[in-house]
C-alpha cells in the first residue's frame, strides 16, 4: 500500500503535534533574540510608558499583526504584561514564545471569543498590568482597527499607546497581513506614541472617530518607521478579501 501525504495533511499533522509546536516556539524565540542582537537598535518615544508606569497607571499597548515578531524586545518589564493572542492553533505558537520572555497571553480577539478575554484583561489591568493588542488581529482587514480595542480602553479608564518598529533588513511576506519577517544584521526601530486616552462617556460616533484616529495614527506610524530605516514607499497595498487599501507599504 502507497501512502501518500500531502502539504495540507503535514501541515494539520504539524499544528496538532504538542512535541512539534513545543519545538517551533523554541526556534521563534531564539530567531527573534538572534535579529535583535545583530541590529543596531533605536527606540523613539518609550517616555510615554515610562511616564505612565511612574504615574501608577497601566495602559493598552496596540501594533499591527502584520509587526508582531519583534514587539517582546519593545517591552523592557515596566509592569507585568500580557498579550491578547488568538486561541487558534497557530496562535498558541505565538503564544508559546512569548512565555520565553516574560509575557504571559490571554487566549481570545477583540471580535472572536470576546467575552472571556474582556473578563480577563479588565482583571489584569485591574491588577497593574498591561495589555498587548493586535487591533487588526487575527485575521484582518489588515491595518484597520476594530472597535473592540476602543472598547476596553473605554470600560478600563486606560489610554492605548500605539508601538512599531521596521527593520532595514527584512522581508514582506505575501499573508492577508503584509508580515514584517524581521533580519539580521541591519538596523531597527521602535517607535512609542503618545498615549490617546478614550472617554467614558463617547457616544457611538465618538468611539468610531477615536477608532478612525488611532487607525490613522498607526498607519502613519509604520510610514514613518520604514522611513527611518531607509525603505521606499511603494503604493497601496490592497486586502485580499476585501480589495480596500490598507495604506502605503514599504518595499523590501
Known sequence: MTVKF???AAY???????LLQGVACWITQLYIRFVYLTNRWSIEGCEWTRRLSREGRTFIVAFWHGRL?????????????YMLISAHRDGRIIAGAMTYFGIETIAGSTSRGGSSALREMLKRLRE???????????????????IGIINIARVAGVPIVP?????SRRRLLPTW????????????????????EIAAE??????????????????EMVREADRLVGHEMWPPVLTADTGRPVGPVAGN
Open 12 to 18: 494539520r499533522g504539524f499544528r496538532r503535534s504538542t
Open 177 to 196: 497581513d503584509r508580515f514584517h519577517l524581521a533580519l539580521p544584521f541591519g538596523r531597527g526601530v521602535y517607535l512609542f506614541d503618545e498615549p490617546i
Open 6 to 8: 500531502t502539504k495540507s
Open 202 to 219: 463617547l457616544d457611538e460616533v465618538g468611539l468610531e472617530n477615536a477608532r478612525r484616529a488611532i487607525e490613522t495614527r498607526m498607519v
Open 69 to 81: 515578531l519583534m514587539m517582546p524586545k519593545a517591552w523592557h518589564q515596566l509592569a507585568p504584561f
Open 163 to 167: 508601538l512599531t518598529y521596521a527593520t
Open 128 to 146: 497593574g498590568g498591561c495589555i498587548g493588542i493586535t487591533p487588526d488581529g487575527p485575521r484582518g482587514p489588515a491595518m484597520t482597527v476594530s
